[in-house]
């Protein structure tokens, strides 16, 4: 039975509502600081915390709710003789009902803040209390979610109480919180070269999506806290809500496009680039971007790195697309994207940000520094140098190749990326994919080393003129030899780029 509840709340939404029925229902009410004074003001008859403690606030509010007085009253365990007697010689009343919500570090952290405005932010008293409750949930009802306030409302007037199995959730979501504020904050005061020995994650529930990678499975997307990154900054103007395919593609295309300063395009199919290029306007890019693999574009997703505008939104709906993701759309863009109800149109203010991916594995997680090296020393290693110009085409096709499954090859030409193969389990299957797709090819990009010369002699069959690769095989000298028996240019980058 509730006889006695401390609130405590940063945001006061709808709990004026709530201690009114707490009162209805002969609770006592005891609070503090700025909830203290709200409910004054509103003339709720409130108990200050100060009254329970002997102890006036100390240390500019930082120091109230942490004493005996407090946590004895919500840690007891009501049907132990030994903790019942301790409180009732030390003159302590339980406190039966703990409804406290936290300082917003979350909102906090991502505006411009000082450092040691930031840190004013970190509730202490708080998730203590609320963990206090949360461990004693069984004498103890603990609310940490507004959303909460109308289920309680209901079991008492139904039932007088709350019962066990709501009691149990409710500790679990103080729990499940306070990971998150720990982690948020852990993330915040975390330097870049730090190491974690616990790996800590701070997310936060967006919604529930209709089903994963297929309809019979359930999933769920969520956000980091920090504000950061392309899934915290993206906005739907047009189209049928996201899947979880839709996520995963739209982010390995917005990460494509963005490796390029150059006005860029992504045609993206199952994960896996199909269609890659560079353009001179945005609808010259999305044109070569297109025309690389008309066929796989159709149903896929396109990234571009630039405002999208009437022109290049003309073009887009004559083929079938699930997700344009631009940083911008003109008006006359968005008009005529429109005409396709069902296509996402979505907006991205940022640029990619993590440091880190992350995979899920049966027992654990596995967790890496994100690819961002391109190469580390080239190295002409033939006879036969690259131009300038194929220097840069190279340049091109590896960042593409970045993003393609392993084995993986990419071939270009004018900076559109016309044979991309990849996920195959050998390098000649892949290589040979590539050059079919990408008839009249001049460069080549593979993710790794060539184990043996066979895709060289595959390569000298083409139009191929320079490949680049890291090097690295201990068969490394038979691909370079093959390379000058064909008077094609070989230039080793030092760094592997697989994408299992």
């Given at each position: 039975?509730?006889k006695?509840?401390?609130?405590?709340v940063?945001d006061?939404?709808?709990?004026?509502?709530?201690v009114?029925?707490l009162?209805?229902?002969n609770v006592?009410?005891?609070?503090?600081?700025g909830?203290?004074?709200?409910?004054?003001?509103?003339?709720i008859?409130v108990?200050e915390?100060c009254?329970?403690?002997k102890a006036?606030?100390?240390?500019?509010g930082?120091?109230k709710?942490l004493?005996p007085?407090i946590?004895?009253?919500?840690l007891?365990?009501?049907d132990?003789?030994?903790?019942m007697?301790t409180?009732?010689?030390?003159k302590?009343?339980t406190?039966?009902l703990?409804?406290?919500?936290?300082?917003?570090?979350?909102?906090?952290a991502?505006?411009?803040?000082?450092?040691?405005?930031?840190?004013?932010?970190?509730d202490?008293?708080?998730?203590?209390?609320?963990?206090?409750?949360a461990?004693?949930?069984?004498?103890?009802l603990?609310?940490?979610?507004?959303?909460?306030?109308?289920t309680?409302?209901k079991?008492?007037?139904?039932n007088g109480?709350?019962d066990?199995k709501t009691r149990?959730?409710?500790?679990?979501?103080v729990?499940?919180l306070?990971t998150?504020?720990?982690?948020?904050?852990?993330?915040?005061?975390?330097?870049?070269?730090d190491?974690?020995?616990y790996f800590?994650?701070?997310y936060?529930?967006?919604n529930?999506?209709?089903y994963?990678?297929?309809?019979?499975q359930?999933a769920?997307?969520?956000k980091?806290t920090?504000?950061?990154?392309?899934l915290?900054n993206?906005?739907k103007?047009?189209g049928k809500?996201?899947?979880?395919n839709n996520?995963?593609d739209?982010?390995?295309?917005?990460?494509?496009v963005n490796?390029?300063?150059?006005?860029a395009?992504?045609?993206?199919?199952?994960?896996t680039p199909?269609g890659v290029?560079?353009?001179?306007?945005?609808v010259?890019a999305?044109?070569?971007?297109?025309?690389?693999?008309p066929?796989s574009?159709f149903g896929g997703i396109?990234a571009?790195?630039?405002?999208?505008?009437?022109?290049?939104a003309?073009?887009?709906?004559?083929t079938f697309?699930?997700?344009?993701?631009?940083?911008?759309?003109?008006?006359?863009?968005?008009?005529?994207?429109k005409?396709?109800k069902n296509?996402r149109v979505i907006k991205?203010?940022?640029?990619?940000?993590?440091?880190?991916?992350i995979?899920?594995i049966?027992?654990?997680?596995?967790v890496?520094?994100?690819?961002?090296?391109?190469?580390?020393d080239?190295k002409?290693v033939?006879?036969?140098k690259?131009?300038n110009e194929?220097m840069?085409?190279?340049?091109?096709?590896?960042?593409?190749?970045?993003y393609?499954k392993?084995?993986a090859?990419?071939?270009?030409k004018d900076k559109?990326?016309?044979?991309?193969a990849g996920?195959?389990?050998n390098?000649?299957?892949?290589?040979k994919?590539?050059l079919?797709?990408g008839?009249?090819?001049?460069?080549?990009?593979s993710?790794a080393f060539?184990?043996?010369r066979?895709?060289?002699?595959?390569?000298?069959?083409?139009?191929?003129?320079?490949?680049?690769?890291p090097g690295?095989s201990?068969?490394d000298?038979?691909s370079?030899?093959?390379?000058?028996?064909?008077?094609i240019?070989m230039v080793f980058s030092?760094?592997?780029?697989?994408?299992h």
């Amino acid at each position: 039975m509730i006889k006695r509840a401390l609130i405590s709340v940063f945001d006061k939404t709808n709990i004026l509502e709530f201690v009114k029925f707490l009162q209805k229902n002969n609770v006592e009410i005891i609070s503090s600081g700025g909830t203290y004074k709200y409910l004054k003001e509103n003339h709720i008859d409130v108990k200050e915390v100060c009254e329970i403690t002997k102890a006036d606030e100390m240390l500019d509010g930082r120091v109230k709710t942490l004493h005996p007085n407090i946590h004895g009253g919500i840690l007891a365990i009501r049907d132990n003789k030994n903790h019942m007697d301790t409180l009732k010689e030390r003159k302590i009343e339980t406190i039966d009902l703990v409804c406290v919500n936290l300082y917003p570090f979350f909102e906090k952290a991502k505006e411009d803040l000082a450092f040691e405005e930031k840190i004013e932010f970190i509730d202490i008293g708080g998730p203590s209390m609320l963990r206090s409750a949360a461990k004693n949930f069984k004498d103890v009802l603990v609310i940490s979610d507004i959303k909460d306030y109308e289920t309680v409302i209901k079991q008492i007037n139904e039932n007088g109480d709350v019962d066990y199995k709501t009691r149990k959730s409710f500790a679990a979501k103080v729990f499940n919180l306070t990971t998150a504020y720990d982690a948020a904050i852990c993330k915040f005061l975390l330097e870049e070269d730090d190491e974690e020995n616990y790996f800590t994650a701070s997310y936060i529930k967006e919604n529930n999506l209709r089903y994963g990678e297929n309809s019979h499975q359930s999933a769920m997307v969520y956000k980091n806290t920090n504000g950061l990154g392309m899934l915290n900054n993206i906005i739907k103007l047009n189209g049928k809500e996201l899947s979880y395919n839709n996520i995963k593609d739209m982010d390995i295309a917005w990460k494509v496009v963005n490796e390029f300063e150059e006005i860029a395009c992504c045609g993206l199919k199952h994960n896996t680039p199909c269609g890659v290029a560079i353009g001179n306007t945005v609808v010259d890019a999305y044109k070569k971007a297109h025309s690389c693999d008309p066929v796989s574009i159709f149903g896929g997703i396109v990234a571009i790195n630039r405002i999208i505008d009437k022109e290049t939104a003309t073009e887009m709906i004559k083929t079938f697309l699930e997700i344009v993701i631009a940083p911008g759309f003109t008006e006359e863009a968005i008009t005529i994207l429109k005409e396709k109800k069902n296509l996402r149109v979505i907006k991205c203010t940022s640029k990619p940000n993590d440091k880190k991916e992350i995979i899920s594995i049966d027992g654990g997680l596995l967790v890496q520094e994100l690819d961002k090296k391109i190469y580390d020393d080239l190295k002409v290693v033939t006879k036969e140098k690259p131009s300038n110009e194929e220097m840069e085409e190279l340049m091109f096709a590896m960042k593409v190749c970045k993003y393609v499954k392993s084995n993986a090859i990419v071939v270009s030409k004018d900076k559109k990326a016309i044979g991309i193969a990849g996920g195959q389990v050998n390098r000649i299957w892949a290589t040979k994919q590539a050059l079919e797709r990408g008839e009249g090819a001049t460069v080549l990009a593979s993710d790794a080393f060539f184990p043996f010369r066979d895709c060289v002699d595959e390569v000298a069959k083409s139009n191929i003129k320079t490949i680049i690769q890291p090097g690295g095989s201990l068969r490394d000298q038979e691909s370079i030899d093959a390379c000058n028996e064909y008077g094609i240019s070989m230039v080793f980058s030092g760094v592997r780029h697989f994408k299992h």
